[in-house]
């Protein structure tokens, strides 16, 4: 038998599903439903993952590994384990690879080749490209990257038979992202996205953290956060695991104890109350809240339009999370399951893209980010967003442009990602040289096109335009909309042989095809 998987690769924990006989199902990893998204590597080249390899934070934290999602799509970070240099990449490989020889072994040495993978909405275009190189590295075909808050509204909005809007409030460990989504019968279609990239529950840990650190640095002097070898980083390890205790505890309790015996000579015995928990969290709580009201501004609705909020990530257990969602949008719907939720919407979407008849379902997403290059005014450079925020992908959108100097033998297109029209405030994700060939003394038009897949992963294409008649409709096209191109036209001259063109892929930089 081969099955299609869905896979929620999260910052602190992971899920693999399945979808068979009509409902989805979670596949248990060492029996437990989740599996913690830690590597541990031991003395004798032998690798753990999950549950084992968590255990180990505490006897060997040079040595493992977790919450390394946070880090996917920054090509400079390299964890240094005794002669090797990993990426995170390499390590979500090996958290991939560990679910799904569990879930083969749990379905009876099924075949599993294929899957969907979710990522954060707010996730970047390099960030899901690395998401997508870790699932190829750990042997699986990606089917496609689906945002978590999209897995999430189809796990609950899947043949309800009736028409909503749905807010997805989605706070895992790593990770805020909300997103809201029009649902008409098995179609859904996501209307705006927003989120947060360094925001979840991690942080509510480390607010704790903080905490008990100021308290301990009072009475023995220590700064437990600056102290340097094993022995402190094993110490800030236990305080890490009390905190998330602690903090566990008080999504159902007022108040919890946390207690160290020995934190580096010194006893750590404090009790922390619900209302001190809530307000060391309660600057992060807002931003959560500033978020929903972006969506909907950017969705052009109200509170009062939204049918139902659904709670989604384990971070949503806290009391104080369910009040912000109420006091803000209304009284918000918690999964039983809410630490699979995700996992299972990824799962649906997983059968019917490898077996259409399985489940029929229809999804469209937007950017959460503009995606364009840089221009110039006269001397003056500024950004030209060429697809939008909140753009409906897949999609493939240009601009058109000159060059601005007689003879000129090549143009600079600088890409990037961001909102404002100043460049500096913006983030480079690579550049591209293309060559006029012959260069004239007369203008010589240009174009710049982005597409952008069904993974979210921008192909990028520079063209230079003949100084013929042939160009006309697409120069009088640029003019009467505001200089986008005319992407059939544009194609056609490509093909053609009137237009040349040189064409990239784009993760966290440009790379020449």
């Not at 946070?70 to 090996?94: C, E, H, Q, W």
């Not at 979710?118 to 750990?138: C, I, L, S």
């Not at 978590?148 to 805020?176: C, H, N, R, S």
């Not at 102290?227 to 008080?250: V, W």
């Amino acid at each position: 038998m081969t099955y299609a998987v869905g896979i929620d690769l999260g910052t602190t924990n992971s899920v693999i599903a399945i979808y068979r006989r009509g409902s989805a199902e979670t596949l248990r990893i060492d029996g437990r439903s989740t599996m913690p998204s830690v590597v541990s590597f031991r003395d004798d080249t032998s690798i753990l993952v999950g549950q084992s390899a968590k255990s180990r934070l505490l006897l060997d934290p040079e040595n493992t590994l977790a919450s390394t999602k946070r880090f996917m799509g920054d090509r400079s970070k390299n964890y240094k384990i005794g002669s090797n240099s990993l990426t995170p990449v390499n390590i979500a490989s090996l958290i991939l690879k560990r679910l799904v020889e569990s879930a083969r072994k749990e379905l009876d040495n099924a075949e599993i080749w294929d899957a969907v993978i979710t990522v954060p909405a707010y996730f970047t275009e390099d960030q899901k490209e690395d998401t997508k190189r870790a699932g190829e590295e750990a042997g699986l075909n990606v089917l496609r990257l689906l945002p978590e808050p999209t897995a999430a509204a189809i796990a609950y909005g899947l043949d309800k038979e009736k028409d909503q809007t749905l807010m997805v409030y989605d706070l895992g460990g790593g990770t805020f992202d909300v997103s809201i989504l029009n649902v008409t019968g098995n179609r859904f279609t996501v209307k705006a996205v927003g989120g947060d990239g360094n925001l979840g529950g991690d942080d509510f840990d480390l607010a704790i953290v903080d905490w008990v650190s100021k308290d301990f640095k009072a009475k023995t002097g220590i700064n437990l956060l600056a102290e340097k070898g094993k022995a402190a980083m094993s110490a800030r390890q236990r305080l890490k695991e009390a905190a998330e205790t602690a903090k566990i505890e008080l999504s159902q309790s007022d108040r919890a104890m946390i207690t160290i015996p020995d934190c580096l000579g010194h006893p750590i015995d404090l009790e922390i109350t619900l209302a001190q928990y809530n307000s060391l969290i309660e600057p992060m709580l807002l931003r959560t809240a500033e978020c929903m009201k972006s969506v909907l501004r950017d969705a052009k609705l109200s509170g009062e339009d939204i049918d139902r909020v659904i709670l989604v990530g384990g971070s949503t257990k806290n009391r104080a999370v369910q009040e912000i969602v109420a006091r803000e949008i209304r009284e918000p719907f918690t999964s039983e399951r809410v630490d699979e939720v995700v996992a299972h919407g990824a799962a649906i979407m997983a059968s019917s893209l490898y077996a259409p008849d399985s489940v029929d379902i229809d999804v469209s997403e937007k950017t959460s980010h503009s995606l364009g290059i840089i221009m110039l005014d006269g001397s003056t450079e500024f950004f030209k967003p060429v697809i939008p925020r909140q753009t409906t992908y897949p999609c493939e959108l240009g601009v058109l442009g000159f060059t601005t100097t007689s003879r000129q033998e090549q143009v600079r297109f600088q890409v990037q990602r961001g909102e404002e029209k100043n460049p500096d405030r913006n983030t480079h994700l690579g550049e591209l040289m293309l060559p006029v060939s012959p260069p004239q003394n007369d203008q010589v038009p240009v174009g710049a096109i982005f597409a952008l897949d069904a993974d979210g992963i921008i192909h990028f294409t520079a063209v230079q335009f003949p100084l013929t008649g042939s160009v006309t409709p697409i120069l009088n096209h640029a003019s009467n909309h505001d200089g986008s191109l005319d992407i059939m036209a544009t194609k056609a001259l490509i093909v053609s042989g009137e237009a040349k063109e040189q064409s990239t892929t784009i993760d966290s930089g440009v790379t020449k095809k």
